[in-house]
């Protein structure tokens, strides 16, 4: 069964850094398309990163370098380096990976509970 | 980057009612595009992936349709537990891109 577990969420100060990990079962993480989402207080979703299986990284234009995804192969998890905070991060940040079907490559198909980003100003 | 319009924000339906949504994107996507629907509190969930295939387990009531730039999402006849919000995604290369969701509430 696939499962993904976020972490790492805290409260932290404008141009802090905050590292989020997603533990993931039931694949191997470097098989898999990873996608970071995130969903401020009362707001829509919003695409924040993602991994492909090739290691390629891309990330939305306003955290780009700031934000930056890699994998921890040995834990199986995929890891979220947030540097220079800023009070609009402040988000529930959701990891999610792709189907194992050809037909849902590259969807958020299964996806973790998330974790709660706060960053006072 | 291609755009995502969601439309409407918000609507107000009854039990039984056939609600529409739409989704234009700015250029072609194929039909890379997905439905979520999300209640309060909870992790969102996929309903619709590939713009028409049903994901496994969710009610045949929801239906969606559409390729290139144009895209709907149809419930029906509108169920209690259906009252939520609802996001278009397209993934089509990167940057993915959600709708600015619609709001599905009771009349």
């Known amino acids: 069964e696939v499962q993904l577990v976020e972490s790492g969420g805290a409260l932290v100060q404008s141009g802090g850094s905050l590292r989020l990990s997603c533990a993931v079962s039931g694949f191997i993480v470097s098989d898999k398309y990873m996608t970071w989402v995130r969903q401020a207080p009362g707001k829509g979703l919003e695409w924040v990163s993602v991994?492909?299986?090739?290691?390629?990284?891309h990330y939305t234009d306003s955290v780009k370098g700031r934000f930056t995804v890699y994998r921890d192969n040995p834990k199986n998890t995929l890891r979220l380096q947030m540097n220079s905070l800023r009070a609009e991060d402040t988000a529930v940040y959701y990891c999610?990976?792709?189907?194992?079907?050809?037909?849902?490559?590259?969807?958020?198909?299964?996806w973790g509970q998330g974790t709660l980003v706060t960053v006072s100003s | 980057d291609i755009q995502m319009t969601q439309s409407p924000s918000s609507l107000s339906a009854s039990i039984g009612d056939r609600v529409t949504i739409t989704c234009r994107a700015s250029q072609g996507i194929g039909n890379y595009l997905a439905w979520f629907q999300q209640k309060p509190g909870k992790v969102p969930k996929l309903l619709i992936y590939?713009?028409?295939s049903l994901q496994s387990g969710v009610p045949s009531r929801f239906r969606g349709s559409g390729s290139g730039t144009d895209f709907t999402l149809t419930i029906s006849s509108l169920q209690p537990e259906d009252f939520a919000t609802y996001y278009c995604?397209?993934?089509?290369?990167?940057?993915?891109?959600f709708g600015q969701g619609t709001k599905v509430e009771v009349k």
């Open positions: 995604l397209k993934y089509y290369g990167v940057p993915q891109t």
């Open positions: 590939a713009a028409s």
């Open positions: 999610a990976t792709d189907g194992s079907d050809a037909s849902t490559w590259y969807v958020a198909y299964s």
């Open positions: 991994m492909f299986r090739n290691g390629t990284t």
